[in-house]
Structure formats: C-alpha cells, structure tokens
C-alpha cells in the first residue's frame, strides 16, 4: 500500500522564515539569524538536505519525493486512520530540521530544533508502525 503525503515547500519555508525572524527579534543579531528572501539559496539547500535526511530514515519503505508529494510503501496492514498527522508530522520535521541547519550555520543554539525534529521522525514512525487487528 502506498501512502502519500503532500508538503507545500512555500509554506514549509514560510514557516521557516517567520521562525528565524522570531528568534531574531528576540536577540541583538537580527541580521545574522533572520531568514530572508536574500537567504533564498542557502534555504533552499538546507530544504533540500532535510528531505534527503527523512528519506533516508524511511529508505526501507521505498520512500520517495517528487512534485511536493512524500510517497512511502507501507504493509497492508498498517491502520490508515492512524496516518492523520502525517503530513503535519513530516511538516514539523522539515520546518524544524531547517531552521536547526540555519542556526548551525549561523553558530547558533539549534538544540530545541533538533529536539522538535527528532520527536517528528519518532512521530512518523509510530504511525508507519501501527497495525489493524485482524478481523
């Protein structure tokens, strides 16, 4: 069975952008952490990277990214019902690994990111392992 889970780039990079300028307004280095159309390039990089990282934790489940669309190939008998936060998990996944490979960069405190985005990978996994009772 194959599970599909559509992810909005602008929207992801969006929510990118809004994060960065958050944490930005809150420090004396608004120039150095705010994301911003300038940043285009290395954001789209960093986008990039954090996709690679998510298929290559579910390689295993034929995983795949074309056209915006996550496509994993799961066992029949995974509960389908269970799979309601999964586009938002994977989502949450991408904004966080995204704004944590900018404050890297930046030599910023990219822990709470990282922390976010490890909880998303173990989010999706609980879902891909949820199994229907036979009946």
Not at 2 to 21: F, G, H, M, P
Not at 42 to 57: K, Y
Not at 61 to 79: A, C, G, I, K, R
Not at 80 to 88: A, D, T
Request: net charge negative.
């Amino acid at each position: 069975m194959t599970q599909n889970a559509t992810i909005s780039k602008e929207s992801i990079l969006t929510d990118v952008y809004r994060i960065t300028t958050y944490q930005a307004r809150n420090s004396d280095k608004f120039d150095t952490l705010s994301a911003s159309a300038d940043d285009a390039d290395l954001i789209n990089v960093l986008f990039d990277d954090s996709v690679t990282e998510l298929l290559d934790e579910f390689k295993k489940y034929s995983s795949s990214y074309e056209n915006q669309t996550f496509s994993f190939t799961l066992p029949s008998n995974v509960d389908v019902p269970g799979m309601v936060g999964l586009e938002k998990s994977i989502k949450m996944f991408l904004v966080s690994r995204v704004c944590a490979k900018w404050f890297d960069v930046n030599h910023l405190d990219s822990s709470v990111h990282d922390k976010t985005s490890v909880q998303q990978i173990m989010n999706i996994k609980r879902m891909f392992n949820l199994r229907m009772k036979p009946v």
